[in-house]
């Protein structure tokens, strides 16, 4: 369940407030253009020397201490690939920043504020996101590989178009309307040759996440739409045992799982056009749609003619009795769970 940021901040709240202010000073200025222009070079490992650290000493207080730092309008792009790692990126503001082919490797970003950032052909490893806000960032072929998170974040207006995620990396998170995550692929962007796969069996979880983000936000269209793949999936991917496997299927294909009331209409045309097929050939066509809207509705229309008809038809009349009670009965179930459910 996702916990307001503000509420999970208030015990870090003076910390905040130093780690963001040790940057404002003309010290921390010249020390944060220097900080850019080492990640620009992808010689992030520098940030992790003693050397480095003596030279601004006042301001780091270990390793790869960046917390409360803010980077606005900074494009870092590699040509081929370049690497930030080992850094801690905790409470602070990233502003339409741009990151391509870079590969992020044991980066905490905890607290930390996106705003307008593009993420273009990056990886990620050994990456967290914690309490972090994405607003209105762009995420374009990225890959989490190996140990990532992203919990209790809130996510607005942001895209993912082009994710690889072997596993689910969503965890009581709150996403709004206008956030859209594609399906993910199957391998990574980067390196097309990894031996690294989406774990089929993984994607009702990551639906499941992803459906939850959605409950979280009421963004209830979009949280049915996960629901559905959730359940599609581990029909699909998870059920072992042949019979259930089947029986999900089934669920599927008449009911939706409860949210598609348009395929049980559907059914109920085609069922009602088969039994409807059998009266019309030994009645006629007006008499034989008669009895069987009579059946499938349970009005009885023109019923006394199936006592002179064969046995085996008036077998076929209670059950089309029971199918259309069975029918209009899981109809109206599933309009009422669509309608008023989430309401």
């Not at 905890?110 to 990456?127: A, H, L, W």
């Not at 999900?248 to 949210?259: H, K, N, P, W």
């Amino acid at each position: 369940m996702f916990t307001q940021i503000h509420i999970l901040m208030q015990a870090n709240k003076a910390d905040r407030k130093k780690y963001k202010d040790r940057w404002a000073t003309a010290e921390g200025s010249e020390a944060q253009d220097k900080v850019i222009e080492i990640l620009r070079k992808g010689m992030s490992e520098i940030l992790l020397e003693p050397d480095f650290q003596k030279g601004i000493s006042e301001l780091l207080e270990g390793p790869g201490d960046l917390r409360g730092i803010s980077f606005n309008d900074v494009e870092i792009n590699f040509p081929q690939s370049g690497t930030i790692e080992g850094i801690n990126f905790s409470h602070a503001l990233l502003r339409n920043c741009k990151f391509t082919n870079v590969s992020f490797i044991n980066v905490v970003f905890d607290f930390t504020d996106f705003y307008g950032c593009e993420f273009n052909n990056c990886e990620f490893k050994y990456t967290a996101f914690y309490a972090s806000t994405l607003e209105k960032c762009v995420f374009t072929k990225n890959d989490f590989v190996i140990n990532n998170s992203i919990v209790n974040s809130r996510l607005n207006d942001t895209q993912f178009e082009g994710l690889f995620i072997p596993t689910n990396i969503f965890f009581d998170c709150i996403f709004n309307e206008m956030v859209s995550i594609t399906v993910p692929a199957d391998r990574t962007f980067k390196e097309t040759n990894s031996e690294i796969l989406l774990d089929k069996t993984a994607l009702g979880e990551i639906y499941k996440a992803l459906k939850e983000g959605y409950t979280a936000g009421d963004v209830i269209k979009k949280s049915r739409e996960y629901f559905f793949k959730e359940k599609q999936s581990i029909a699909r991917y998870n059920f072992k045992n042949p019979l259930g496997k089947a029986i999900e299927f089934l669920i599927e294909i008449i009911a939706g799982y409860g949210v598609r009331p348009g395929r049980v209409f559907m059914t109920t045309i085609s069922i009602f056009a088969c039994y409807s097929a059998v009266f019309v050939h030994h009645f006629g066509w007006q008499k034989g749609m008669l009895i069987s809207a009579g059946a499938f509705c349970t009005f009885g229309a023109s019923s006394s003619s199936i006592i002179e008809a064969p046995s085996w038809l008036a077998m076929v009349y209670i059950f089309e009795s029971f199918s259309g009670i069975s029918l209009m009965a899981l109809f109206m179930t599933v309009l009422v769970n669509l309608w008023f459910r989430e309401r």
